[in-house]
């Protein structure tokens, strides 16, 4: 749908930008030489309400006219500055919840055409622990968000319910650093409930950045559903060059990279940066309201991301 909105977005502008300019560099000198010939023909001074009837452009000019910056306005902002998305799943929570409306920074990855998606101006990259909005490589068509765990040529290992990391090196450098368990500090058995379950929930160091992810500690390992690459073991992930390996900080309830692969460098959207706003969906099931209808406000989410 995400896509649709933009050509839909890139077609209006289009649109009502050739009429904005049609107007301005030669309809609206037009009406000008029309007052000023009609002027010439009257003996005496037009009446203002004359004078504004032959200068108001017809409605199917006025209307473009007027939305048009607007529209160019939503279209540059959400193109290439920021975009706002909601979450639709648990499976960044702690992090962001069901029911949270973020905003995508679209600048720090570079530039893209809003259509073909076409970088044209290299800024930067992922850094390990970003949290990313992305095209689901197996249907572009529906946007994913999750956590940047593996950079390209990094080999992952996800044993035990642990991280283990062995960043890319060159051949340049002598050594190579060797695996290295990614920090976590267990913090408390959450409020979070899975079956039944409550959730433990740790706090990890991934870079420079640092957040809390939920386990179940009574759900065994899916190896044999992960995404499986020739010359490594079951729960080990080599991440090939332009693409980037994620999870879901809610690690035993998310379809993540673990299952389907990697992502490439050209599906990437932005990084999540902010909760600009937050609903509660909480409703009995005897409720006469649909799901949809919010039962409250959570302020306290608004703000940045870690």
Do not use: C
């Given at each position: 749908m995400a896509v649709y909105f933009s050509i839909f977005l890139v077609i209006v502008t289009i649109v009502t930008?050739?009429?904005?300019?049609?107007?301005?560099?030669?309809?609206?000198?037009?009406?000008?030489?029309?007052l000023v010939s009609a002027q010439a023909q009257c003996e005496?001074?037009?009446?203002?309400?004359?004078?504004?009837?032959?200068?108001?452009?017809?409605?199917?000019i006025d209307t473009p006219v007027q939305i048009f910056p607007v529209i160019a306005f939503v279209l540059i902002l959400r193109s290439f500055l920021y975009e706002p998305f909601q979450i639709p799943s648990?499976?960044?929570?702690?992090?962001?919840?069901?029911?949270?409306?973020i905003l995508v920074n679209k600048f720090n990855y570079g530039l893209r055409d809003p259509v073909a998606r076409n970088k044209f101006i290299e800024i930067?990259?992922?850094?390990?622990?970003?949290?990313?909005?992305?095209?689901?490589?197996?249907?572009p068509q529906i946007d994913y968000i999750k956590r940047v765990i593996g950079?390209?040529?990094?080999?992952?290992?996800?044993?035990?319910k642990i991280l283990y990391i062995k960043p890319a090196c060159s051949v340049a450098y002598d050594k190579c650093p060797d695996f290295e368990q990614v920090k976590q500090t267990f913090k408390n058995k959450s409020d979070y409930i899975?079956?039944?379950?409550?959730?433990?929930?740790y706090t990890s160091v991934m870079g420079e950045k640092t957040h809390d992810f939920l386990v179940n500690e009574q759900i065994?390992?899916?190896?044999?559903?992960?995404?499986?690459?020739?010359?490594?073991?079951?729960?080990?992930?080599?991440?090939?060059?332009?693409?980037y390996f994620v999870m879901g900080d809610n690690r035993d309830n998310s379809l993540d990279g673990r299952f389907w692969g990697f992502v490439p460098e050209e599906n990437l959207v932005?990084?999540?940066?902010?909760?600009?706003?937050?609903?509660?969906?909480?409703?009995?099931?005897?409720?006469?309201?649909?799901?949809?209808?919010p039962t409250g406000v959570r302020f306290s989410r608004i703000g940045g991301i870690e």
């Open positions: 930008g050739i009429v904005w300019l049609a107007d301005k560099f030669y309809l609206a000198p037009q009406r000008q030489l029309k005496g001074e037009l009446s203002d309400g004359i004078v504004e009837k032959i200068l108001e452009p017809p409605f199917y648990g499976s960044m929570m702690p992090t962001l919840l069901d029911g949270d409306f930067g990259l992922p850094d390990r622990g970003d949290v990313v909005v992305f095209k689901y490589p197996r249907d950079l390209p040529g990094d080999r992952v290992i996800y044993k035990n899975d079956d039944g379950m409550p959730l433990s929930r065994l390992p899916r190896t044999q559903h992960y995404f499986r690459q020739s010359g490594t073991q079951a729960n080990e992930f080599v991440v090939p060059k332009g693409h932005g990084e999540a940066v902010a909760v600009w706003m937050s609903f509660d969906f909480e409703r009995t099931p005897d409720s006469l309201l649909p799901r949809w209808v």
